[in-house]
Structures are given as structure tokens and as C-alpha cells.
């Protein structure tokens, strides 16, 4: 069984949430031209993410799931450029739907032949992610249903990687499988967090010199997981 991290491994949006928030942004108040760099600090706190020792079962439901992002996040976000109460909320629920949005994702291209050769292999992938609690259906839409086991969402679970739990969860789900490898681009949340857990990890698309297994592609990773027999 491959653990798969989705954003930044299997798939990525351009512009991530800096740039979600400068389009709706735009789609709500064409005269403003707002920069990344302007937007990207303050988002840098206030994601479940961001605090990942706390759990938050509590706001597993989708709706309740924005509310706290909108609250922690974008409503402090666009007060910021100067937008009321009302208009910041009519901002974050354009947000919300361009992030979803499928055709707002793109899938690397070595995503679709390392899955499918590995899964002809007898592997089989579940993915594990710190995201959105509609991360499911983006995933089919992207054309990954068919290769992907199941999904462990920590908007869904309560738990953030690197947190035990959620690896707790991702270990039930591939109940005994002979050999369990961990696939992800952040070295904290993904690596240190399976190594934790005591799954071994693999580190893909990003340089940490702190990481014994590091591949530039995904098509790397498949000589570490099925080595020569």
C-alpha cells in the first residue's frame, strides 16, 4: 500500500490559496489589482493545518469546515484590503468555489502512468491529505477514482499531518498490507510525520537534505517500492 499526499505530489492548483484569493478578489471588485505578495502573508495562519497538534472533530461537516476558515482566515484577510463584513463573505464564497473547482487543478504528468504501473504491481494507493472537505470529488473529477483505494481527509477526520491520528486512521484503512510506503513533498508533515508512525517515507518534488529518501519525479519513486527482484 502507497499513503499518497495529494497537494504538491499527485496534483497542485496554480497560484495555490494566495492566488484563489487574489481571482476572487478580482471576480468580486474588477477595479482592485491586489498583489500575491500582498496577499500571501496573510495567510500564513489560521488553516487547521497551521496548528496541527489540535484536533477538530468538530467541524468535520463542509459547511462547518469554511465557516472556520472563513472566520480564521479570509475574514481578517480581506478586512485587511478594506472590505466590510459582507462583502469579505461574499468574497470567501468565491473563494470557496474556485478552489474546488476541478478545473482550477492540474495532476503532474508522471501521476497517471507511476499509479497505474504500480497498482498493475499489486499496489494499491490511498490517499492522505491535509485539505478540503471536498478533496473526494476534486480527486474523481481529476481521473484518479479509479486508481485511488480510498481517501483519509483530515477536514474530514479532524486530524492534520504530521499528527499521529490521522496516520492511526491511514493504518486501519490499509489494514495488513505486506509493505506500507508514505509519498509526499513536505518533510514535516509527510516524512517526519509517517516516520512517527513508523511508516517509511519518501520525499518527492522538494530538496531537504534531512531526508534519507528524496526523488525528483514520481517515476523514481517506483525503484524504491518495487526494487528488482
Known amino acids: 500500500m502507497v499513503l499518497w499526499d495529494f497537494d504538491g505530489t499527485l496534483a497542485y492548483r496554480p497560484g495555490m490559496w494566495s492566488g484563489d484569493l487574489q481571482e476572487a478578489i478580482h471576480a468580486f471588485d ?6 500575491l505578495e500582498e496577499i500571501r502573508p496573510l495567510l500564513q495562519t489560521g488553516f487547521p493545518w497551521h496548528t496541527p497538534e489540535i484536533p477538530h472533530p468538530e467541524t468535520a461537516a ?4 469554511w465557516e472556520h476558515v472563513y472566520r480564521s482566515v479570509f475574514a481578517d484577510a480581506l478586512g485587511h484590503f478594506g472590505y466590510d463584513a459582507q462583502q469579505a463573505r461574499a468574497i470567501a464564497e468565491r473563494a470557496r468555489e474556485r478552489f474546488v473547482d476541478p478545473s482550477s487543478w492540474r495532476v503532474f504528468d508522471d ?3 507511476v499509479l497505474a504501473d504500480l497498482a498493475r504491481a499489486g499496489w494499491r494507493h490511498i490517499i492522505v491529505s491535509n485539505h478540503v472537505p471536498e478533496l473526494p470529488a476534486i480527486t474523481r473529477r481529476l481521473g484518479l477514482g479509479d486508481v485511488v483505494t480510498t481517501i483519509v481527509n483530515s477536514a474530514a477526520c479532524g486530524y492534520e499531518k504530521p499528527h499521529p491520528e490521522i496516520f492511526s486512521v491511514a493504518r486501519k484503512v490499509a489494514g ?6 508514505m509519498v509526499g513533498d513536505n518533510p514535516v508533515a509527510d516524512i517526519a510525520g509517517a516516520a512517527n508512525a513508523g511508516i517509511d517515507g519518501i520525499l518527492v518534488r522538494t530538496e531537504s537534505p534531512d531526508v534519507p529518501r528524496r526523488c525528483a519525479t514520481l517515476y523514481d519513486v517506483v525503484r524504491i517500492v518495487e526494487p528488482p527482484s
Request: hydrophobic fraction near 55%; charged fraction near 15%.
Open 30 to 35: 474588477a477595479t482592485r489589482n491586489i498583489s
Open 62 to 65: 463542509p459547511d462547518v469546515w
Open 111 to 113: 501521476v497517471p502512468v
Open 176 to 181: 495488513h498490507a505486506e509493505a506500507l510506503w
